[in-house]
Nanobody, 123 residues
Framework: VQLVESGGGLVQPGGSLRLSCAAS????????MSWVRQAPGKGLEWVSD????????YYADSVKGRFTLSRDNAKNTLYLQMNNLKPEDTALYYC?????????????????WGQGTQVTVSS
């Protein structure tokens, strides 16, 4: 199993970024997928989940209305569109595969995750 995130970078407050996560080594369409993040010196924060088909998504209150999670099962890829970014969104963002049907803010809830992509929101 491999999860490879990309798309992070430095952006000004109010800006946008689109993260991608390329999955391989498993049948991507059979699994719920999540985005989580970890800011420097802080614990893991769950961001969003999508069900296997992508038709149902869940968001943390801190990103609701600004972030959109989607997936393309034909391309084995997970996306996170992030708009109206704020300095408090600065973190290392990971895609992760939950062990069950939902993610959360603890690494033990996931069986695989990528190396992360850095998002920095600063003027």
């Amino acid at each position: 199993v491999q999860l490879v995130e990309s798309g992070g970078g430095l952006v000004q407050p109010g800006g946008s970024l689109r993260l991608s996560c390329a999955a391989s080594g498993f049948t991507f369409s059979n699994y719920v997928m999540s985005w989580v993040r970890q800011a420097p010196g802080k614990g893991l924060e769950w961001v969003s989940d999508t069900n296997r088909g992508g038709g149902t998504t869940y968001y943390a209150d801190s990103v609701k209305g600004r972030f959109t999670l989607s997936r393309d099962n034909a391309k084995n890829t997970l996306y996170l569109q992030m708009n109206n970014l704020k300095p408090e969104d600065t973190a290392l963002y990971y895609c992760a595969r939950p062990k069950t049907t939902r993610g959360g803010s603890s690494w033990h809830l996931y069986d695989y995750w990528g190396q992360g992509t850095q998002v920095t929101v600063s003027s």
